[in-house]
């Protein structure tokens, strides 16, 4: 039986996460898009509530609450700001890396330094794309090769999330220890710990970016960085299904987060339409917005369902009860449809406020930008669309195609 409905456990987590997104993040989103960040007081109450770890399972030290918990708090989280999620301290992104593509010992190595009392103020990262591809061959341009017993990682990073922030890294490079390994393509990168006192590492300058802007998105250098072989997490017996199910997750996590958005969107709009009056009535009674305003409420209950029934299926692995496919294919669908939908709420509700809707007077301009850059964020439309399809087709997956590659379409990671 399938069930939509939450646990009274997780009914009181949501309230409580709900009321800190009332109360500290929707009144001052644009403070926030202003100073580009989140206040120190933020992110600690942030952590108080315990969100950086709910994802991460409890033998390396997280909550061990699930997806569907996760998902539900995200969502909650960006109806009040939709660049808050992505502005929190913790490890973020570089969490579920390690525990998707690490041994359960360097998970939790490397996960130690968000257990503390200052882990509000940490941040991990994730260094995948490169703004271009390589002019050669498939695969990054940014080399891994054998140097003693460790490994050297020379290259550039590029649309990483919180690369200035940041003091702990898992890079992706091209891993080259043979003349063979060219060849290889995309499934022949490797995965490297790195942290961000390693000599040879550089972050470049935070980009300015259309949306999100309390989050910040920059680059690394890496020029000769040295790392002992323990660094490399080598994603068990198949790499490429462990970075495929890491990407998979956490771009449901942003979507999650776009479902909170298109929310916030459709909210502020028929609120606007209710008290908005043009000869004599509400525009929201003429039939033309009606129908617009209902078609988006139709969207948010969509995005939603599907993404909490991904997440679902997620946890029900856990348990033994499912299969890999069935829940990558599930998330595929989840995360294309609520990239589109968070776009068509945000850019309806700028419509249907009219010219007040260009105005920064009104949030509703902050969340069409914010939604066009949340859909590059961890995975595009396009590449769920392709991940889906392979599914459903039997196709094998190829990672030059669903994942966010330099060839095909990067992200945000």
Known sequence: MISFQPTEDQKLMVESVAQFARTALRPKIRDFERARELPESVR????ELGLALVALPESVSG???GLTTAVLLEEEIAWGDPAAPFALGGPGAFGLAVVELGTEEQA???????LGADAHSRFGAVAWGEKKPHPERAGFSTRATRHDDGWRLDGAKAYVLNADRAEHFVVFAQV?????????????????????????????????TL???????GGIELAGVVVPASARLAGGADFTAALVRFFTKNALLVAARGVGLSRAAFE????????????????????A??????????????????????????????????????ALLLSAQAIAFTHEAAMRCGDDGVQLHGGAGFMRDYPVEKLMRDAKQLGLCGMTAEQADQLAAAITLGVPLDPGL????????????
């Not at 949306?211 to 998105?217: H, I, Q």
Request: net charge neutral; no cysteine; charged share 25%.
């Open 289 to 326: 917005v009606a129908f617009t305003v209902a078609d988006r409420a139709m969207d948010v209950d969509a995005s939603r369902g599907l993404v909490w029934r991904a997440a679902a299926a997620w946890d029900a692995l856990t348990k033994g009860e499912g299969s890999e496919k069935g």
């Open 63 to 65: 909550a061990g609450l």
């Open 268 to 287: 502020l709009t028929r609120e606007y339409v209710d008290g908005r009056k043009a000869f004599g009535k509400p525009i929201g009674h003429f039939q």
């Open 108 to 114: 939790r190595s490397a996960l130690a330094p968000f």
């Open 402 to 413: 669903v994942l966010p590659t330099p060839e095909s379409q990067n992200a945000f990671v």
């Open 44 to 47: 600690r109450t942030a952590h």
């Open 176 to 208: 080259e220890e043979t003349p063979q390994d060219a060849s290889a393509g995309w499934r022949g990168i490797g995965a490297f710990l790195v942290d961000r006192s390693a000599a040879g590492l550089t972050v470049t300058a935070r980009a300015t």
């Open 211 to 217: 949306g999100l802007d309390a989050a910040s998105f």
